[in-house]
């Protein structure tokens, strides 16, 4: 049973984290390539830039959040999501509408958005710093250690307040966005622009109202994701680097341009990286006696190193483009 405690907290529980950080974040990918057709390269850094906002909101109001009982980062994300909508508003009115009135071909939208990403990557390093700092300025993030009742395990079942808070968030935002687009008019407006945006607007519906909320949406759930991200670790201005290639390939795996599947394949990437880096001889261990000699275990049986962990979303991106181009839901192609 400790071994089994082991595999929950190493496997189950960081492998949930992982999964909703990147679902969130391929949310807003494949939203983006559904109503814009091109791959936002800069969604990581977006990611990063409400983050950071969170972390600034906190120096300057550090007591914040005791006044109603939750940790101030927390109080501080419903702005710095309005805030990070903002920016992703903005940078589309400065950098890719223009282009879009041009008619230019999605690959030199691809390539704007790498401007874009190196543009708030050099902002962000300017006043965050090349180090890390933690979003708990003032208060101290909680380590719940829940003991399994079962005589002889001795470990217990760890979890922290961000990743609660990330559970919950994850489930609302998914709900949310179900119902928004399922039921809403300006949620089956989007849909009908992602089937065909020609028709959309020869229907009446206002596209650009359409581009606006989409960048909105992206915008606040990149805010949340990185966010919950830096409080359960810690905030860092490359947070970027290690989330861009995750996310797409959560977004490819579910299937470009479909936000459910997108979901699914965040959750498909973080619980692949978490088996990969796990050590299966501890849980094994209870069978070591039973082996024969010759098949005696090794101290380190993971699949690949945790320095390697960034290998893995690339091999899943590469083997779904060869295996289903379309994702597991049969989303878009990309062209």
């Given at each position: 049973?400790?071994?089994?405690?082991?595999?929950?907290?190493?496997?189950?529980?960081?492998?949930?984290?992982?999964?909703?950080?990147?679902?969130?974040?391929?949310?807003?990918?494949t939203l983006?390539?559904?109503?814009m057709?091109?791959?936002h390269f800069?969604?990581?850094?977006?990611?990063t830039?409400?983050?950071?906002?969170v972390?600034?909101?906190?120096?300057?109001?550090?007591?914040?959040?005791?006044?109603?009982?939750?940790?101030?980062?927390?109080?501080?994300?419903?702005?710095?999501?309005?805030?990070?909508?903002?920016?992703?508003?903005g940078?589309?009115?400065?950098?890719?509408k223009?282009?879009?009135?041009?008619?230019?071909?999605?690959?030199?939208?691809?390539i704007a958005?790498?401007?874009?990403?190196?543009?708030?990557?050099?902002l962000?390093?300017?006043?965050a710093?090349?180090g890390g700092?933690?979003?708990?300025?003032?208060?101290?993030?909680?380590?719940?250690r829940?003991p399994?009742?079962?005589e002889?395990?001795?470990?217990?079942?760890?979890?922290?307040?961000?990743?609660?808070?990330?559970f919950?968030?994850?489930?609302?935002?998914?709900?949310?966005?179900h119902?928004?687009?399922?039921?809403?008019r300006?949620?089956?407006?989007?849909?009908?622009?992602?089937?065909?945006?020609?028709?959309?607007?020869?229907?009446?519906?206002n596209?650009?109202?359409?581009?606006?909320?989409?960048?909105?949406?992206?915008?606040?759930?990149a805010?949340?994701?990185?966010?919950l991200l830096?409080?359960?670790?810690?905030?860092?201005?490359d947070l970027?680097?290690f989330?861009?290639?995750?996310?797409?390939?959560?977004?490819?795996?579910?299937g470009?341009?479909?936000?459910?599947?997108?979901?699914?394949?965040?959750?498909?990437?973080g619980?692949?990286?978490?088996?990969?880096?796990?050590?299966?001889?501890?849980?094994?261990?209870p069978?070591?006696?039973?082996?024969?000699?010759?098949?005696?275990?090794?101290?380190n049986l993971?699949?690949?190193?945790?320095e390697y962990?960034i290998?893995?979303?690339?091999f899943?991106?590469?083997a779904?483009?060869?295996?289903?181009?379309?994702?597991?839901?049969?989303?878009?192609?990309i062209?």
């Amino acid at each position: 049973m400790n071994e089994l405690v082991f595999f929950i907290n190493n496997v189950m529980i960081a492998g949930s984290v992982s999964g909703s950080i990147y679902a969130m974040g391929a949310v807003g990918v494949t939203l983006i390539f559904s109503i814009m057709r091109f791959a936002h390269f800069a969604h990581g850094d977006m990611m990063t830039f409400g983050a950071f906002m969170v972390l600034l909101l906190t120096t300057l109001f550090p007591q914040a959040g005791a006044a109603i009982g939750v940790p101030t980062p927390i109080l501080m994300l419903p702005l710095a999501m309005v805030l990070t909508a903002g920016l992703a508003v903005g940078i589309d009115h400065t950098f890719y509408k223009p282009l879009r009135a041009h008619g230019v071909k999605p690959i030199v939208m691809v390539i704007a958005s790498l401007g874009v990403t190196l543009m708030l990557q050099g902002l962000i390093r300017l006043f965050a710093g090349t180090g890390g700092s933690s979003l708990y300025v003032d208060d101290r993030k909680e380590i719940f250690r829940l003991p399994i009742p079962i005589e002889g395990v001795r470990m217990p079942v760890v979890i922290t307040e961000p990743q609660l808070y990330l559970f919950a968030l994850t489930i609302i935002c998914v709900v949310a966005l179900h119902f928004f687009l399922s039921r809403s008019r300006l949620g089956k407006a989007m849909r009908a622009m992602s089937d065909n945006p020609d028709l959309a607007q020869a229907s009446g519906i206002n596209t650009n109202t359409i581009v606006a909320v989409t960048w909105m949406l992206a915008g606040g759930l990149a805010a949340i994701a990185g966010t919950l991200l830096s409080l359960d670790v810690t905030f860092k201005p490359d947070l970027s680097f290690f989330l861009l290639l995750p996310i797409f390939a959560a977004a490819i795996v579910g299937g470009v341009g479909h936000p459910f599947g997108a979901v699914a394949g965040g959750f498909v990437v973080g619980f692949a990286e978490s088996l990969a880096v796990f050590n299966w001889s501890v849980l094994l261990r209870p069978f070591r006696d039973s082996l024969p000699e010759w098949l005696a275990l090794p101290s380190n049986l993971a699949f690949v190193g945790t320095e390697y962990k960034i290998v893995v979303p690339f091999f899943i991106l590469v083997a779904i483009l060869v295996w289903r181009p379309t994702g597991i839901f049969k989303g878009k192609v990309i062209t």
